[in-house]
């Protein structure tokens, strides 16, 4: 099946999907159940796909590509696998969206959506898809908080990745790559900017004391 989707311009002319799929798991899902769904979000028209070394799942997913690649789902010219940075509307990450675009350099972000609440977050942090500010936006357009987060990405500039066990989410994620059936205002972005609180639910606290640690600087 394939999508009508939003692309962003690359600096070697290429153009790559607005949204991503995040292909991290927590240790409770299954491998098998997680290489599903990301066969699903080939199958329902994602041609972005976001992994990275730390989880130990690249050679599968890279199989589940290559098979889709064989059956002829998709081809191997319309395939973008990235890496990210996190930013969403509590940290929408303006300077650092200010330096990629002065250097042609477009930002994949992951995150977008807030957090899993996975073991490593914390607890304590709130949840941005209950914002009152998402949620009055959300309801105006007649969208949830998601989509509106997902599109205040997107308005942006930004190269989003989204993350789903959960079928009917992701069908609703896939909606940002069409032909959008909304967009938010002048005043709705202003809004969404005035939420930012600089937090970043990810903070990899662990390593916090390795010399590279990347978060202690400004961005």
């Known amino acids: 099946m394939e999508t009508q989707c939003q692309r962003v311009k690359l600096s070697d002319g290429h153009f790559i999907p607005i949204l ?100 490593w977050v914390n607890p304590n942090y709130p949840n941005l898809l209950e914002d009152p500010v998402l949620c009055a936006i959300a309801k105006k357009h007649k969208q949830t908080p998601a989509l509106v987060a997902l599109r205040y990405r997107v308005q ?13 989410w992701i069908k609703e994620n896939i909606q940002v790559m069409m032909m959008f059936d909304f967009e938010l205002t002048p005043e709705d972005m202003e809004a969404i900017d005035g939420i930012n609180r600089n937090m970043r639910y990810y903070e990899f606290l662990p390593v916090i004391d390795h010399p590279e640690y990347p978060y202690s600087e400004e961005y």
């Open 20 to 119: 991503g799929f995040g292909t991290s798991a927590p240790e409770e899902v299954p491998k098998r159940e997680d290489l599903e769904f990301t066969k699903f979000t080939l199958d329902v028209g994602f041609r972005h796909t976001d992994c990275t070394h730390a989880y130990k799942n690249e050679e599968n997913v890279g199989q589940v590509i290559r098979s889709k690649i064989a059956d002829g789902t998709v081809k191997r010219e319309d395939i973008f696998y990235t890496s990210k940075v996190e930013c969403h509307p509590y940290l929408n990450q303006s300077k650092l969206l200010e330096f990629c675009k002065s250097h042609d350099i477009v930002l994949v972000a992951y995150g977008t959506l807030g957090s899993q609440r996975l073991q």
């Open 156 to 168: 942006r500039g930004v190269v989003v990745l989204a993350k789903s066990f959960n079928k009917k």
